[in-house]
């Protein structure tokens, strides 16, 4: 079977999409959780995933001897195992737009993943106003991201980016968990579609158990001095 290594569900960003895509897709795999407790070599991440994960990051596929990093390498090679399953839209023009946003997504909007780091279980409303008013690159971020979406949801009628779920609306999908967290203003119809992601099965189960481990990491939230009960 699968095998994926994942962090917190509450802070990992680059967890979820991988493991969102085969929740949602029925893909069988074993989550294996590797708590965050820093990012230093000694650190008890980084020493669980010695000889696992080349990169000494998550998220990593391990299936048999053949280890998979990197979120877009993880889609790519799911797509082309389970190609029955269509996780990239079927028209060829299609798939290279879907491609193309994804890669945007996994290269780009850093602002965005500066200032609004994923944080499922919190509410940080004030926080996300003043990052707003005070970063330009933010709200450059947050315009590309609603002309992107609402291209796509017009060209090819949503209810998700493509019409049916697909890899990119697993990538996007910490995205929408950043906008949600931190109240950032969007047109009605990116809140819908925000809407239609989190009512995805696969989006739900990571946010209940995101909501389900009450663990506060201090160095991931240096906005808040303890979390939320």
């Not at 795999?29 to 008890?44: K, L």
């Not at 023009?93 to 193309?100: G, Q």
Request: with cysteine; charged share 20%.
């Amino acid at each position: 079977m699968l095998k994926l290594y994942i962090g917190n569900k509450n802070y990992s960003s680059w967890s979820m999409r991988p493991w969102v895509l085969m929740t949602q897709a029925g893909i069988p795999f074993e989550e294996v959780m590797v708590r965050f407790d820093s990012f230093d070599a000694g650190s008890a991440f980084k020493t669980a995933l010695a000889g696992v994960s080349p990169t000494g990051k998550v998220p990593v596929l391990v299936d048999g001897d053949l280890v998979v990093w990197d979120t877009l390498a993880i889609a790519e090679y799911l797509a082309e195992q389970y190609p029955e399953l269509h996780l990239w839209p079927r028209e060829a023009p299609t798939r290279a737009r879907a491609r193309s946003v994804c890669a945007e997504m996994h290269s780009g909007f850093g602002a965005l993943r500066s200032a609004c780091p994923m944080n499922i279980e919190a509410s940080l409303p004030d926080v996300g106003a003043l990052a707003l008013r005070d970063k330009p690159a933010l709200r450059a971020d947050l315009a590309r991201l609603v002309a992107l979406w609402q291209q796509l949801l017009g060209e090819f009628g949503g209810p998700l980016l493509f019409g049916r779920v697909s890899v990119a609306d697993a990538f996007f999908a910490p995205v929408v968990m950043r906008l949600r967290t931190y109240a950032l203003p969007v047109p009605a119809d990116v809140r819908a579609y925000m809407d239609q992601v989190c009512a995805l099965p696969g989006v739900k189960a990571w946010m209940d158990g995101a909501l389900a481990e009450r663990d506060f990491l201090d160095f991931e939230e240096p906005y808040r001095l303890s979390a939320a009960r």
